[in-house]
T-cell receptor
Framework: DAGVIQSPRHEVTEMGQEVTLRCKPI?????LFWYRQTMMRGLELLIY????????DSGMPEDRFSAKMPNASFSTLKIQPSEPRDSAVYFC???????????FGPGTRLLVL | DAKTTQPNSMESNEEEPVHLPCNHS???????IHWYRQLPSQGPEYVIH???SNVNNRMASLAIAEDRKSSTLILHRATLRDAAVYYC?????????????FGKGTLLTVNP
């Protein structure tokens, strides 16, 4: 079975550029999460969607970050404009319902120069 | 939210059992105890979870203290592939039960 798919796996960009990260959750999963992992702050929840609707975006660091889930099989996390401090590994996770086991994707390693 | 405390690192030898401790003295009565692990350069992976009773699955066992203030993840025979960061997480009760707050975890090193 295909797990959570993320693309790209690696992204290198320059400060000020727009970055779009993509996630395809496991088919049939109704909840989707975006996390960010850095050495300093560890793994943090950015936003949680349930049935394509954002439920909790309290972890989104600032207005430069936005996330969408236009349908059950696709979500994007956009950073515009990007800054060096956004460099991190971004993970997407999905789960059948919010309280069940979360299945994580392989992550996107973002480097903003 | 209730917090967990884990040792920063532990070391084990291959094919020996490993006991990874976790303290959660402020756990509430309905908080579930979850364990995830993260292998190098991969996303976190579910290991096991429980509420009050000890739990077993193909990956590990979870021993929960009677007062629920601590728990232990048991890997019965460590392999090199078990080298990872292990996270002990409490999921809050109620509407925020989706929130998994990852701490620093325990870095497990397995020696051949």
């Amino acid at each position: 079975d295909a797990g959570v798919i993320q693309s790209p796996r690696h992204e290198v960009t320059e400060m000020g550029q727009e970055v779009t990260l993509r996630c395809k959750p496991i088919s049939g999963h109704n909840s989707l999460f975006w996390y960010r992992q850095t050495m300093m702050r560890g793994l943090e929840l950015l936003i949680y969607f349930n049935n394509n609707v954002p439920i909790d975006d309290s972890g989104m660091p600032e207005d430069r970050f936005s996330a969408k889930m236009p349908n059950a099989s696709f979500s994007t996390l956009k950073i515009q404009p990007s800054e060096p401090r956004d460099s991190a590994v971004y993970f997407c996770a999905s789960t059948p319902t919010a309280w069940e086991t979360q299945y994580f994707g392989p992550g996107t390693r973002l480097l903003v120069l | 939210d209730a917090k967990t405390t884990q040792p920063n690192s532990m070391e084990s030898n291959e094919e020996e059992p490993v006991h990874l401790p976790c303290n959660h003295s402020t756990i509430s009565g309905t908080d579930y105890i979850h364990w995830y692990r993260q292998l190098p350069s991969q996303g976190p992976e579910y290991v096991i979870h429980g509420l009050t009773s000890n739990v077993n699955n193909r990956m590990a066992s979870l021993a929960i203290a009677e007062d629920r203030k601590s728990s232990t993840l048991i890997l019965h025979r460590a392999t090199l592939r078990d080298a990872a960061v292990y996270y002990c997480i409490l999921s809050p009760s109620g509407g925020s039960n989706y929130k998994l707050t990852f701490g620093k975890g325990t870095l497990l090193t397995v020696n051949p």
